[in-house]
């Protein structure tokens, strides 16, 4: 003797309700964990970590400013060091990178007698600071 | 049969327990953020400027201008590296909303290579 067989509709009824609970559990953990990274960051920081590197010779920079437009840095300003008597040009080379994009720009000033000068230098393009700021600077005498 | 029907009800009830625990847990976050019991902040940092005070072949102090525009304790990280030696000093200091003149006594020897500078700025 034969089992008698269920009927089809049977299973395919009882697949979709498996179907639609699991959709269902998805859904609902997304969700759960998409609350709990919420709360987990409660304390958004951003621009945690920033980064200065300066050169190294016989002129050095001592100090950089940048010049700010809101969030976007628009240039900087750079304080370099140099023997006194050491007249002439200087290349000042500044490089801003915020992790996903970088602008550089670099000048050319007549330096008399002195042991330091300081030089504005704007970008060509405002870079946003955000979120990985890095600041490198140079200086070297043509 | 019997045994599938069984998997199928365990499979269920395992489920719809499931679902009844992440419901919980997901009732109770939304209340925490309703009743107003979790503080939501955003800090926006920004390391403004760098200055190397130097004597002679010595780094004394690095001042350290700092733009926060959420006031309170911050915990300040500064470390100074060249190619021969490396310096790492921690504050924890008040700070204002705007600019924050920050200054580190460091004294590092200067070497061929300048000096690099990496600042680290977070809540206390």
Known sequence: MSKPLKHPSFFYNLKLILLITFISILIISYSSYSVNLFLNSQNIVRGGLAEYVYDSGDERVRSTQLLFSGDAVTGVTVTCSKPIGATGYYIVSVRFSNGLESVSKSITVYQGRGSSFTVTIYFDRPINYYPSPKLEAEVYRV | ?124
Request: no cysteine; net charge positive; proline share 1%.
């Open chain 2, 1 to 124: 049969m019997r045994k599938k029907t069984l998997i199928i009800t365990l499979m269920l009830l395992t489920t719809l327990l499931s679902v009844y625990v992440i419901s919980v847990s997901l009732s109770t976050d939304v209340k925490k953020i309703a009743g107003g019991s979790v503080e939501v902040k955003k800090y926006n940092i920004k390391i403004s400027r760098i200055n190397d005070r130097v004597w002679g072949n010595f780094l004394l102090i690095v001042d350290v201008d700092i733009v926060v525009d959420v006031s309170g304790n911050y915990n300040i990280k500064l470390t100074v590296w060249n190619d021969g030696d490396s310096r790492t000093i921690s504050q924890t200091l008040y700070l204002n909303v705007g600019t924050n003149r920050v200054s580190f006594i460091v004294y590092l020897r200067e070497g061929d290579v300048g000096f690099s500078h990496s600042v680290e700025v977070s809540p206390a």
